[in-house]
């Protein structure tokens, strides 16, 4: 089911940024856990960041110190800030919301998050 929208996607240099955004239809994020996930071809869904409504925040290792994940409750708004963004980072990225969400770590589980977008093209050229 389709309840999010990303946006910001689109074909960058090795070396280069992209900044992700993510915008609900019909929720709010303010009570839930949100991340990004992506998907390569050929590859499964990965978790590579999350964030909590306290702003604590999870990342997978291939992206730490890279990538920065962010949410402005106030606008209702998730980010994904990709920094240094490698060939091996071309994928589709999702961004995605759990239900009611109290854990002091986010989770980068898949089968925690129930609310997802259609996702958003990342290439990462040589």
């Known amino acids: 089911q389709e309840q999010l929208a990303e946006s910001g996607g689109g074909s960058v240099q090795a070396g280069g940024s992209l900044k992700l955004s993510c915008a609900p239809w019909?929720?709010?994020?303010?009570?839930?856990?949100t991340g990004w996930f992506r998907q390569a071809p050929g590859e499964e869904r990965v978790g590579i960041a999350a964030?909590?409504?306290?702003?604590?925040?999870t990342y997978a290792t291939s992206v730490k110190g890279r990538f920065t994940i962010s949410r402005d409750d106030a606008k209702n708004l998730l980010y994904l800030e990709m920094n240094s963004l490698k060939p091996e980072d071309s994928a589709m990225y999702y961004c995605?919301?759990?239900?009611?969400?109290?854990?002091?770590?986010?989770?980068?589980?898949?089968?925690?998050?129930?609310?997802w977008g259609l996702g958003t093209r990342v290439t990462v050229s040589s």
């Open positions: 964030i909590n409504t306290n702003g604590a925040t």
């Open positions: 019909t929720i709010t994020f303010d009570t839930r856990c």
């Open positions: 995605a919301a759990t239900g009611l969400c109290s854990d002091a770590q986010p989770p980068l589980r898949e089968e925690r998050f129930g609310f």
